[in-house]
């Protein structure tokens, strides 16, 4: 789960981490209101969408579909400057090269006081999967896509990690502040944001803080111009306060509703749909169906507790894609017997006005029983045994014109 | 022989009373399994019943391995106590000659498992398989050892081992080694968090050891670098074929594919990559789990092991 920057550097502020002034909008008349009340003559006009890309970003208009504005962050110099660029943001559908082509529509905004950079960085917070442990790096090529760096300058990346148990080392912080060139006020300034971000990293049950850039001004203080903060969704049950923070408008409706109903679903482009158990399977049923020439429409795992109904939903919310010609059914039996599923599939089937081939492999608990339920059955199907028999005629079924 | 478990390592069961622990442990006493007792804080001193075998129950692990001598402990408690329960279960036996900490668990936070792998990890003699897997059956000739939740019908004792990091694609594979005729020395679901305990080179490491084993098949999934990692490692010391899936070649960036760990970050962690790592080091790969089977087989001739 992701937060806008907005809300992310409320956060930073509350555990003492430099931003500069800022205050949340959501009109063109609030941006006036803020740009007057922060008193900076040079502001900052941002777009507030979770993904990121927004400076190189492009805006249109929802309706007509013609371009408003290059710049999902602009640099305002006056009221007019404000009043113009959160004209051509509120409302309007900001394309970046992360939100693909149909790009989130901007509802919120931040309008922030400039301040004057001397240097840009880059710092993040994350999880090491290899190290088992919290990772922090940093680059002192700010203002730069952190991969470009790792690729061309990974010289200019530097890491420390924090001991799972006793969190960051102060000889570890010191020397990753001088490994960055940092020194007197700035150094003491950036050892300080580095305990501050390690706490929130851990209260708040962070998967991600990153910082691009973060900057040291010409006075020389350490500012974190940007913010992007993301939680760690098993943490969900200790942290009841992420409900407020939440933009439902930023996730996938049907993948929150899919969710809602213990599916784990994902859209994808598709035309056969996919209902497995497992998500390990669910993978390898989509990459077989590519194997033999289709393409699949959708992720799906029924996982281990699946019933009637979360087996009906499911069907439902395939069905919901346009795309989807056909469907591919994968059971592999464990507690989840399959001549329940292949109960489910009849009722779902006869429910929704199933019209679209359908293919169902079974195999594990009661696979034959299942198989006999649906063979015995009115409704058109084919059983199959293997995965690659299903894929293959799955594919073979609405034609193969992929 | 079989690695980890055994038909006499003894099994406890934490969260014994709840309802997976009731559910999953009846099925595991029916594979033949030595379920020993189990914990339950609060409920000490009572007994369970599971299938006519009365199981006592203990307050904590400490007394529940030091009154049975168990060497297995498998989690069934809900994600908010399973960090609790994981270092529980290492301290114990690490004050009582070590032993196996196999975690079924689902949705434990990040954090809580980095600071349980740790605990883990001071101590030598104490393991961690999972979280969020299905955990580790060694087949027998008559039942076997089960510790977890996968059904056991589908295995019969023989000489592959298994190691995957999904549940269902483990059965897959399982079945694809029936399918052509061979039986499992042991098979481990490692789980499919971004931190975990045993990872795949531990359970190749053990296999390569394992007298009974003669090839390993290992299915990955996309996200982080550990299939790649477990290549090398499979280049430079593994005398055993390696039959290798990796599940996601068609998974889009950046979404999570309902495990945790499964999704590919800033282009890395790939199943392309990780195929490429796997021919780079010489194991046999199966582009489509229905052909394990088939590639096993291949294998086992040309290691001289199988006639065809």
């Known amino acids: 789960m992701n937060i806008h920057e907005y809300q992310a550097k409320e956060m930073f502020r509350e555990f003492g981490v430099r931003v500069p002034e800022g205050i949340h909008c959501k009109s063109v008349s609030e941006a006036l209101a803020a740009y007057d009340s922060l008193g900076s003559r040079i502001v900052a006009v941002k777009s507030q969408i979770h993904a990121g890309g927004r400076g190189k970003g492009t805006l249109y208009d929802p309706e007509t579909g013609i371009e408003v504005m290059k710049g999902g962050v602009k640099i305002a110099f006056s009221r007019e400057d404000v009043e113009e660029f959160s004209k051509n943001i509120c409302g309007n559908r900001l394309v970046t090269k992360q939100t693909g082509p149909n790009g989130k529509i901007v509802s919120n905004m931040y309008v922030e006081s400039g301040c004057d950079i001397d240097h840009e960085f880059y710092l993040a917070i994350l999880v090491d999967r290899d190290e088992k442990s919290v990772l922090v790096m940093a680059s002192t090529e700010g203002g730069m896509d952190i991969e470009e760096v790792a690729e061309n300058t990974p010289e200019a990346i530097h890491k420390i990690w924090a001991d799972?148990?006793?969190?960051?080392?102060?000889?570890?912080?010191?020397?990753?502040?001088?490994?960055?060139?940092?020194?007197?006020?700035?150094?003491?300034?950036?050892?300080?944001?580095?305990?501050?971000?390690?706490?929130?990293?851990?209260?708040?049950?962070?998967?991600?803080?990153?910082?691009?850039?973060l900057v040291r001004t010409k006075t020389g203080s350490?500012?974190?111009?940007?913010?992007?903060?993301?939680?760690?969704?098993?943490?969900?049950?200790?942290?009841?306060?992420?409900?407020?923070?939440?933009?439902?408008?930023?996730?996938?409706?049907?993948?929150?509703?899919?969710?809602?109903?213990?599916?784990?679903?994902?859209?994808?482009?598709?035309?056969?749909?996919?209902?497995?158990n497992g998500a390990g399977l669910a993978m390898a049923s989509?990459?077989?169906?590519?194997l033999y020439g289709g393409e699949p429409a959708n992720f799906l795992d029924i996982g281990g507790g699946a019933t009637k109904e979360s087996i009906t939903a499911a069907f439902r919310i395939i069905l919901e894609d346009e795309n989807v010609e056909g469907i591919l059914v994968n059971i592999f039996g464990g507690i989840i017997r399959c001549d329940m599923v292949a109960n489910s599939v009849i009722e779902a089937s006869k429910e929704i006005g199933l019209e679209v081939p359908l293919v169902v492999r079974f195999s594990g608990t009661n696979h034959k029983e299942g198989k006999a339920v649906l063979d015995?059955?009115?409704?058109?199907?084919?059983t199959v045994s293997t995965l690659s028999e299903g894929a293959r005629r799955i594919v073979d079924s609405i034609g193969g014109d992929n | 022989m079989a690695i980890w478990i055994n038909d006499d390592s003894k099994i406890l069961i934490q969260g014994i009373t709840g309802k997976q622990g009731t559910f999953h442990g009846t099925r595991m006493i029916r594979y033949n399994t030595n379920v020993v007792g189990g914990v339950t804080p609060g409920k000490g001193g009572q007994m369970v019943d599971l299938e006519g075998i009365e199981v006592p129950v203990f307050n904590n692990m400490g007394e529940a391995v030091s009154k049975t001598g168990a060497n297995v402990?498998?989690?069934?408690?809900?994600?908010?106590?399973?960090?609790?329960?994981?270092?529980?279960?290492?301290?114990?036996?690490?004050?009582?000659g070590g032993g196996l900490i196999v975690c079924i668990t689902e949705g434990i936070p990040t954090l809580d498992m980095i600071r349980a792998v740790a605990k883990v990890n001071e101590f030598d003699g104490v393991r961690l398989i999972g979280p969020n897997c299905p955990g580790i059956i060694s087949p027998g000739l008559d039942g076997g050892c089960k510790v977890g939740i996968m059904p056991a019908f589908i295995h019969k004792k023989g000489r592959i081992g298994i190691v995957s990091k999904s549940g269902t694609l483990t059965y897959e594979a399982v079945a694809q080694t029936m399918s052509v005729d061979e039986g499992q020395t042991t098979c481990v679901g490692i789980g499919g968090d971004p931190i975990s305990g045993t990872g795949f080179i531990d359970c190749l490491q053990a296999f390569e050891n394992d007298r009974e084993t003669v090839a390993v098949v290992m299915i990955g999934e996309i996200g982080g670098s550990a299939e790649e990692e477990a290549a090398e490692w499979v280049?430079?010391?593994?005398?055993?074929?390696?039959?290798?899936?990796?599940?996601?070649?068609?998974?889009?960036?950046?979404?999570?594919?309902?495990?945790?760990?499964?999704?590919?970050?800033?282009?890395?962690?790939?199943?392309?990559?990780?195929?490429?790592?796997?021919?780079?080091?010489?194991?046999?790969?199966?582009?489509?789990?229905?052909?394990?089977?088939?590639?096993?087989?291949?294998?086992?001739?040309?290691?001289?092991?199988?006639?065809?």
């Open chain 2, 235 to 308: 280049a430079d010391n593994m005398s055993k074929p390696v039959i290798g899936f990796v599940a996601g070649s068609t998974a889009p960036p950046g979404k999570r594919m309902g495990h945790a760990g499964a999704i590919i970050s800033g282009g890395k962690g790939t199943a392309a990559e990780k195929f490429a790592a796997f021919e780079r080091a010489g194991i046999y790969v199966a582009r489509d789990p229905s052909e394990i089977g088939q590639v096993l087989v291949r294998a086992l001739v040309e290691a001289g092991l199988r006639e065809s």
């Open chain 1, 286 to 290: 989509m990459d077989v169906i590519k």
């Open chain 1, 164 to 213: 799972p148990l006793n969190g960051l080392d102060r000889n570890d912080c010191l020397s990753l502040s001088r490994s960055l060139g940092l020194s007197g006020d700035s150094a003491s300034q950036m050892m300080e944001m580095l305990e501050s971000l390690y706490s929130m990293f851990i209260d708040k049950d962070c998967s991600m803080i990153e910082i691009n850039p």
């Open chain 1, 376 to 382: 015995e059955s009115d409704i058109s199907v084919h």
């Open chain 1, 222 to 276: 350490m500012v974190a111009l940007d913010a992007k903060v993301g939680f760690d969704e098993n943490a969900h049950f200790r942290h009841p306060w992420r409900a407020g923070v939440r933009d439902l408008s930023e996730e996938e409706d049907v993948e929150i509703r899919a969710n809602d109903l213990g599916l784990s679903y994902v859209k994808l482009d598709g035309n056969i749909g996919c209902l497995v």
């Open chain 2, 73 to 96: 402990t498998v989690i069934y408690v809900p994600a908010r106590f399973a960090a609790g329960a994981i270092h529980e279960a290492a301290e114990a036996f690490n004050e009582n």
